[in-house]
């Protein structure tokens, strides 16, 4: 069974440019989260999805940053102009149930210049 | 919301040494607690995890044990290998109640280097 994947692993943007980042979580999870670590500080929380809903989007930092889920497979989370604050790894992580047991995606390294 | 405080590391052990990476978590109630692993390369996973006071978490020879009385949840293995050279994460829910979980708050990780 294929596993959270992520893309790109590692996109290089000036700031003020946009980058959408894309995740595939494992097939049948409801469950899609989206968190970022920034400068090897704590992994952060982003939001939520439930299916194709937004269950919980607080952790996003403002109105620069979009998460979409496409029918309840796919998301892709878009920075809309991209600060230099922004860079860090931005993870994804997939659960069937809201349980803490997450599936999480290798990463998609953000770097804004 | 919840919290929790990791020791920052970076460890550097040499093969079989005893291994303790401290956890500690302000929360209300007594929340679910999380040992998460990033081997290089990969994504994060489950290490192990203990669901209420008392419990051992367990798993590749790693323990952990939940600690309501010094809201403690440390890492522990008796004898390392080369093999478990990477980043660990301690984490809770962010909040009290079902819905939390799944939205869980990290420690900063702890980088482990072991070597031969």
């Known amino acids: 069974e294929a596993g959270v994947t992520q893309f790109p692993s590692h996109s290089v943007i000036e700031k003020g440019q946009t980058v959408t980042l894309r995740c595939d979580p494992i097939?049948?999870?409801?469950?899609l989260y989206w968190y970022r670590r920034v400068m090897g500080k704590e992994i952060k929380f982003l939001l939520h999805?439930?299916?194709?809903?937004?269950?919980?989007e607080s952790g996003m930092p403002n109105n620069r940053f979009l998460a979409e889920r496409t029918g309840g497979t796919y998301s892709t989370l878009k920075v809309q102009p991209a600060e230099l604050e922004d860079s860090g790894v931005y993870f994804c992580?997939?659960?069937?149930?809201?349980?803490?047991?997450?599936?999480f995606g290798e990463g998609s390294r953000l770097t804004v210049l | 919301g919840n919290s929790v405080t990791q020791m920052e590391g970076p460890v550097t052990l040499s093969e079989e040494a005893f291994l303790t990476i401290n956890c500690t978590y302000t929360?209300?109630?007594?929340?679910?607690l999380f040992w998460y692993v990033q081997y290089p390369g990969e994504g994060l996973q489950l290490l192990l995890k203990?669901?209420?006071?008392?419990d051992k978490g367990s798993n590749k020879g790693f323990e952990a044990t939940y600690r309501k009385e010094t809201t403690s949840f440390h890492l522990e293995k008796g004898s390392v290998q080369v093999s478990d050279s990477a980043v660990y994460f301690c984490?809770?829910?962010?909040?009290?109640?079902?819905?939390?979980?799944?939205?869980?708050?990290f420690g900063q990780g702890t980088i482990l280097t072991v070597h031969p």
């Open positions: 203990a669901t209420k006071a008392d």
């Open positions: 929360a209300t109630g007594y929340p679910s």
């Open positions: 984490a809770l829910p962010r909040g009290a109640g079902g819905t939390s979980y799944g939205k869980l708050t």
């Open positions: 097939s049948g999870h409801d469950n």
């Open positions: 992580a997939s659960s069937p149930f809201a349980t803490g047991e997450l599936f």
């Open positions: 999805f439930v299916k194709e809903s937004k269950q919980d």
